[in-house]
């Protein structure tokens, strides 16, 4: 399995430099990890952050030396394996290790499946879809509302806002 980590946004001045949406903690962690790859790991990007301004992280690439080829890399993911990252600290979870997970309420009754982990900048949110439905609902990814997270068992207990109704 390979992780999401960025995402080339722009070429960044005349000498071959790109802007990156990174999506590490502290964005120029993006460059701890060694050397990334596009979406079909064709190609590997070795990453040397020079700055991080309110756009992205400002960085240079391995083989990228002018404007040029900087411009053409715009929109590419960069990658890296699973198995490089390190472990989740105790009570906290890489998004993608979340979803798929089965969503069941406090009896143990599925209710639906977390098919993404959102965050409109207020914290994150577990999109699910519910059981027999088209529709997703987001669930603040908290406490209150998701009171577990059962990795081994494959499965997340959430809270539904709002009124219940009995089944």
Same mark, same amino acid.
């Given at each position: 399995?390979r992780?999401?980590?960025?995402?080339?946004?722009?070429?960044?001045?005349?000498?071959?430099?790109?802007?990156?949406?990174?999506?590490?903690?502290?964005?120029?962690?993006?460059?701890?990890?060694?050397?990334? /790859?596009?979406?079909?790991?064709?190609?590997?990007?070795?990453?040397?952050?020079?700055?991080?301004?309110?756009?992205?992280v400002?960085?240079?690439?391995?083989?990228?030396?002018?404007?040029?080829?900087?411009?053409?890399?715009?929109?590419?993911?960069?990658?890296?394996?699973?198995?490089?990252?390190?472990?989740?600290?105790?009570?906290?979870?890489?998004?993608?290790?979340?979803?798929?997970l089965?969503?069941?309420?406090?009896?143990?009754?599925?209710?639906?499946?977390?098919?993404?982990?959102?965050?409109?900048?207020?914290?994150?949110? &577990?999109?699910?879809?519910?059981?027999?439905?088209?529709?997703?609902?987001?669930?603040?990814f908290?406490?209150?509302?998701?009171?577990?997270?059962?990795? /081994?068992?494959?499965?997340?207990?959430?809270? &539904?806002?709002?009124?219940?109704?009995?089944?």
């Amino acid at each position: 399995m390979r992780v999401l980590l960025g995402r080339i946004a722009a070429a960044h001045g005349i000498r071959g430099e790109v802007v990156i949406h990174a999506y590490t903690e502290p964005p120029e962690n993006i460059a701890a990890y060694g050397p990334l /790859t596009d979406r079909s790991g064709a190609r590997v990007f070795a990453i040397e952050c020079q700055r991080v301004t309110a756009k992205g992280v400002v960085a240079r690439l391995t083989g990228v030396g002018d404007r040029s080829a900087a411009a053409t890399l715009k929109g590419t993911d960069l990658y890296i394996a699973r198995d490089r990252l390190p472990p989740a600290a105790e009570g906290e979870f890489y998004h993608w290790d979340l979803v798929g997970l089965a969503a069941v309420n406090a009896e143990g009754r599925c209710i639906g499946e977390i098919v993404a982990v959102q965050n409109y900048g207020a914290g994150d949110l &577990l999109e699910v879809r519910l059981a027999g439905a088209a529709t997703t609902q987001l669930i603040p990814f908290n406490e209150a509302f998701v009171p577990q997270v059962d990795l /081994t068992e494959k499965r997340v207990v959430i809270v &539904l806002p709002g009124p219940q109704e009995e089944t």
